[in-house]
């Protein structure tokens, strides 16, 4: 089992930025890609980042790609958003997950945390 917690989030206006942490525990953390989905009202759960187990390959969804990154710290068992230049199309409940392989859907994505809200005002 694999606990994961996301925090950061928060209400910002356009332009500006917030960075989501995402703290894991239980299982070797180095041994999962880590991603980030989000779920906006009325709309169901997107991709939106994903980092290999030791941190060399992201992807990105195209509508984030150059405003956000995604980055992870196996030392501190926590991977993080960095999100810049946001829009109000970004206000979503985002959520961290963790997956023994590298994957942009939620297939093989075992385990989540509860979510985390951002809000970005126009």
């Known amino acids: 089992q694999v606990q994961v917690v996301e925090s950061g989030g928060g209400l910002v206006q356009a332009g500006g930025s917030l960075r989501l942490s995402c703290a894991a525990s239980?299982?070797?953390?180095?041994?999962?890609?880590m991603g980030w989905f989000r779920q906006a009202p009325g709309k169901e759960r997107d991709f939106v980042a994903v980092i290999s187990r030791s941190g060399p390959t992201a992807y990105y969804t195209d509508s984030v790609k150059g405003r956000f990154t995604i980055s992870r710290d196996n030392a501190q068992n926590t991977v993080y958003l960095q999100m810049n230049s946001l829009k109000p199309e970004d206000t979503a409940v985002y959520y961290c997950?963790?997956?023994?392989?590298?994957?942009?859907?939620?297939?093989?994505?075992?385990?989540w945390g509860q979510g985390t809200q951002v809000t970005v005002s126009s």
């Open positions: 997950a963790a997956a023994s392989e590298l994957g942009v859907t939620e297939y093989g994505y075992n385990y």
């Open positions: 239980g299982r070797t953390f180095s041994n999962y890609a």
